[in-house]
Each structure stands twice: as structure tokens, then as C-alpha cells.
């Protein structure tokens, strides 16, 4: 069996790009941290950015935890990237830290702020343990740079 | 508008990446290879160090930045240390995130993979830098195009 990562080289990559509690609140939720770009505008950008790089982007949200855990499941042996924002899930979910080490693909928590600069109870980060990358206080702007990154990643 | 030039630092050790059972084929002169590909495709001026002695690298961060428009760096063990040594440290990252000049850490790998880990990313005057951790030799490239990014919107 080709595994996902060889995959990638031949065909179309697929990352799910998924985003966890309150992000659907985006442009009006504390701009001042998270700027004045709605999650539709990032999800448009990255679908964008993607084809151009031959990437096919799948981007969901959602504010309930099983639900992320669910699109985790769904990406074993089917895409071959996550790109993961969990939002508050990130400092207290072992079901989404657990989902994540069952993905063999490549996996890369990101954060719009940083949350070792904010509230001590984000300083911990289950995803981290998780996943192959962070990524993190690079703004809306992340998400695209890490979509950007993925073909390098993923031949790496 | 005035040329965008980035300066990047790895600090001690990251000369010799080689891993001690040797599966490591990475080195700092392909990182640099690439960056400097990549920073020729996006105008950008690179100047790009390294070196093994901290006095030399707080010099490097408080003085020699100021010319330039972005700053990333690999602080590698500088990260850990005396509290005195540390304050010094972040005292001079601060220094230059105040000028808002977008200031980028770097890590090759996933630091906070090791559960004991327990150094936090630097820290700007007013909260968060860029962090961009455990991507390799794509990490460096990931932190210029954002640097670029933040040029060009500012």
C-alpha cells in the first residue's frame, strides 16, 4: 500500500483544513487579536491559493469537539495533510489529540495569535504533542503559509 | 518604496545539523541555499548568520537588526539558560519587535513534541511573535514569505 506522503507526490494533494469553537466568529470576535478577515474570506483564500498549487483544500469548522474528532477520522487514508486550528480544544481535548496521532499524514496545529502570549490556561496545547508542526501569531496569514508549505512538506 | 531585507540567525550548534547516528542530511548551508533562492524571488535583501557565542548574537539581535526590515531566528539552546542570560535575550527581541518589525522564531523540529518541554516561543513587547516550529528547512521559508506578507501590508 502507498502510503500518503508518497501519494502526494504523484497526485493532487489533500489537506483538511479544520477549525475548532468560535472561529466561525472571525472579523467580529476581539479584532484587535484575531484581525477583521471573516473564516469565509480564509477559506476562500486558501481554496484559492490551493488550486494554484495543485492542493485540494476541504475547509470546516465547527464548536462541537466530536465533530472535529470526526473530520480527524475522516482524513485517515484519505487526505494528506491536516491543518489543524482547534481553537479552546486545543488546551483541553485528548479525544482530538488522540484522533490526531491515528492520522499518518503530515500535521500542522496553527494558531492566528500566540497562545504563550496570552492566558496561562492556553499555554498547554494537547494538539501539540500531536502533530508534526505549530504554527503560530503569523495572523490570518498563517493559514495560506501553511498551505504554501505543503508541497515542500510533504516531500520532505 | 525601500528594498525589504531580512536577517536571519542560527545560534549555537545549528552549523553542525548532522544527527549523531547520521540520518540527518540537512545542513545550514542548504537551508541558507534555499533561502536565498526563494528571497531572490521575492526581492528581498538576505543577509543570513550563524554563530556559536551568545555575546555575539545579542549584538547581532540588539545592533546589527535595526538595518534590516524583518528578523528571523533559530535561538536553538539560547533559549535555555540563567534567568540572567534569558532576560538579556528577550530583552533584545523585545527591543526590536517594539520598532513593529515583524520578528519570526524558527525551530526545525516540533519542540513541544517532548511532553517535558518547557520553553514557551519568544515574546514581543505586546504579546505574540511569529513561531514557526518543526517544518525543517521549509520552517525558514514558511517565516520569509510571512515576513514578506507583513512588508508588504505595512
Redesign the interface.
Known amino acids: 500500500m502507498t502510503d500518503t506522503k508518497t501519494k502526494a507526490k504523484i497526485n493532487t494533494m489533500k489537506v483538511t483544513v479544520i477549525n475548532g469553537p468560535n472561529l466561525n466568529l472571525l472579523g467580529s470576535r476581539e479584532p484587535e487579536i484575531y484581525g477583521y478577515d471573516t473564516l469565509d474570506d480564509i477559506a476562500d483564500r486558501c481554496v484559492k491559493r490551493g488550486k494554484e498549487l495543485n492542493v485540494d483544500v476541504n475547509f470546516v469548522q465547527s464548536n462541537y469537539e466530536g465533530q472535529l474528532v470526526e473530520w480527524v477520522q475522516q482524513a485517515i487514508n484519505n487526505v494528506d495533510a491536516i491543518i489543524i486550528n482547534a481553537g479552546a480544544y486545543t488546551h483541553t481535548s485528548v479525544a482530538i489529540h488522540d484522533a490526531l496521532r491515528a492520522f499518518n499524514g503530515y500535521k500542522i496545529e496553527l494558531h492566528i495569535?500566540?497562545?504563550?502570549?496570552?492566558e496561562t490556561f492556553r499555554?498547554t496545547?494537547y494538539v501539540?504533542?500531536a502533530?508534526?508542526?505549530?504554527?503560530?501569531?503569523?495572523g490570518v496569514?498563517?493559514y495560506e503559509?501553511?498551505i504554501?508549505?505543503l508541497p515542500?512538506?510533504l516531500k520532505? | 518604496m525601500p528594498n525589504k531585507s531580512v536577517l536571519i540567525l542560527n545560534g549555537p550548534g545549528l552549523a553542525d545539523l548532522k544527527s549523531e547516528d547520521g540520518s540527518n542530511d540537512l545542513s545550514l548551508d542548504m537551508i541558507r541555499g534555499e533561502c536565498d533562492t526563494l528571497c531572490a524571488n521575492l526581492d528581498i535583501d538576505l543577509d543570513f548568520r550563524q554563530t556559536d557565542d551568545e555575546q555575539q548574537m545579542l549584538k547581532f539581535i540588539s545592533d546589527d537588526s535595526q538595518s534590516f526590515s524583518a528578523l528571523v531566528i533559530n535561538p536553538s539552546c539560547l533559549r535555555y539558560g540563567t534567568p540572567q542570560k534569558l532576560n538579556a535575550f528577550d530583552s533584545a527581541i523585545k527591543q526590536v519587535a517594539h520598532l513593529r518589525k515583524p520578528v519570526i522564531e524558527v525551530r526545525l523540529s516540533n519542540i513541544f513534541a517532548d511532553p517535558a518541554e518547557t520553553m514557551p516561543p519568544m515574546q514581543g513587547i505586546d504579546g505574540g511573535l511569529g513561531f514557526v516550529n518543526g517544518m525543517g528547512a521549509a520552517g525558514y521559508l514558511l517565516a520569509i514569505r510571512a515576513a514578506d506578507r507583513k512588508l508588504r501590508a505595512a
Open positions: 495569535s500566540n497562545p504563550h502570549a496570552r499555554h496545547s501539540s504533542l502533530t508534526d508542526a505549530v504554527v503560530t501569531g503569523l496569514d498563517g503559509l501553511c504554501e508549505a515542500s512538506l520532505q
